[in-house]
């Protein structure tokens, strides 16, 4: 019995993870080699009600709940991380749209991305820092009815296959810090926009890349939220998403748990299973029990924001916890395999995909400060 999942949301899961099964398994180690995402496959998952079904029905979604995302989201990362990306990047857009964006902005763009017609990258980060995610360069003009942009933008994740991407850009002084910072939702085929692909360790499907742009005119009214206002206003969506990263790589822990089990109970070594040594059995006990409360602390924290109650150190304990935990037992996993976990297969790609949401989204380090801040409050823990 979970607390936080009743009748309809197990059913909803099951219904997703079926899905998953036929559908995204199948591709997993060709889109990893391809690095190709599948947009026919995307379609699919929009035409399925899977992608951001949190979102309300005049927005094309279904008004369900951030626990109902939740529980497609761990369904479809359990059968590939990097495609699982279009989960994520269409929740934490979409709500920056729903609540920021004008309407007659935000409806076009976000039916699009519920039916999997449309992908959005969040453009954040830049060359000069990541974590110091106010201290931008990129600088957003006032040109009569545009804005007009010019800088570059780096590390951003499906940055040569999004459609549009919500930017964060200075349109303030540096003084100013995050009070001058404004976000657009920017489309991707705007003159002077140019983008590249890096080669990445893992989410090879999804990808990550830079955005350029050299006098990029926006109209004013893709604006979101309130001029210098961007970025202390939309960053609040992150809480959702962080949430939904713990259940992302979790669900990758769980099913590289599942499968370590079956081959250790079938395995003999000494005339024995190899789940009979515990050296062997124990340290995966030890994972099964601390995934197991990880993923309760995810429910737990959608549950809260479902309710409309804080959950801003509960997210970031699921954004520094999950991914690191996901990492040590998919590692665990593929030692348990010995050399055929070392070979090319899901395993290692696994370890590989999970990697980067240590990094990217994050860090532990800044997660831990959120989280200290707001037990012993900001003056005791300043920036």
Not at 273 to 290: I, N
Request: charged share 20%; hydrophobic share 40%.
């Amino acid at each position: 019995m979970n607390p936080y999942l009743d009748e309809d949301l197990v059913a909803l899961g099951e219904h997703a993870r079926r899905f998953a099964q036929g559908r995204v398994t199948p591709g997993f180690e060709t889109r990893d080699t391809t690095r190709t995402l599948d947009r026919e496959l995307m379609l699919e998952m929009g035409q399925m009600g899977f992608i951001a079904p949190e979102l309300p029905e005049q927005y094309g979604g279904q008004g369900l709940g951030c626990l109902a995302a939740g529980v497609i989201h761990e369904e479809i990362a359990r059968a590939d991380l990097s495609l699982s990306y279009i989960n994520l990047l269409a929740s934490l857009n979409g709500q920056i749209l729903a609540q920021h964006a004008a309407p007659a902005i935000a409806k076009p763009w976000l039916e699009k991305l519920t039916q999997g017609r449309a992908l959005l990258a969040i453009a954040l980060t830049e060359p000069r820092g990541g974590s110091d995610a106010a201290n931008l360069r990129l600088r957003m003009e006032r040109v009569g009815g545009h804005y007009v942009l010019n800088g570059e933008k780096t590390s951003i994740s499906a940055a040569d296959q999004a459609d549009a991407a919500v930017v964060f850009a200075r349109t303030g002084s540096a003084e100013d810090g995050a009070r001058g910072i404004s976000a657009m939702l920017v489309p991707m085929d705007l003159p002077g926009i140019t983008r590249n692909r890096f080669d990445c360790h893992g989410q090879r499907a999804i990808g990550r890349g830079s955005i350029f742009f050299e006098n990029v005119r926006v109209p004013v009214d893709h604006r979101l939220g309130d001029e210098g206002k961007g970025f202390v206003q939309v960053m609040q969506g992150f809480d959702f998403s962080r949430a939904l990263i713990g259940l992302q790589v979790l669900a990758v822990a769980k099913v590289s748990l599942e499968e370590t089990w079956e081959y250790v109970a079938q395995r003999e070594a000494f005339g024995k299973p190899l789940a009979a040594f515990q050296g062997v059995s124990h340290p995966l006990a030890d994972f099964e029990t601390q995934v197991e409360a990880a993923r309760l602390l995810c429910l737990q924290t959608l549950w809260l924001k479902d309710r409309g109650l804080p959950h801003t150190a509960e997210a970031a304990m699921c954004k520094w916890w999950g991914p690191k935990l996901a990492y040590d037992v998919v590692h665990q996993c593929l030692l348990s395999f010995g050399h055929g976990g070392y070979d090319r297969g899901p395993m290692e790609q696994r370890l590989r995909d999970v990697l980067g949401f240590q990094i990217g989204d994050g860090t532990a380090q800044i997660m831990k400060t959120i989280i200290a801040r707001t037990r012993a409050g900001r003056d005791a823990v300043p920036a």
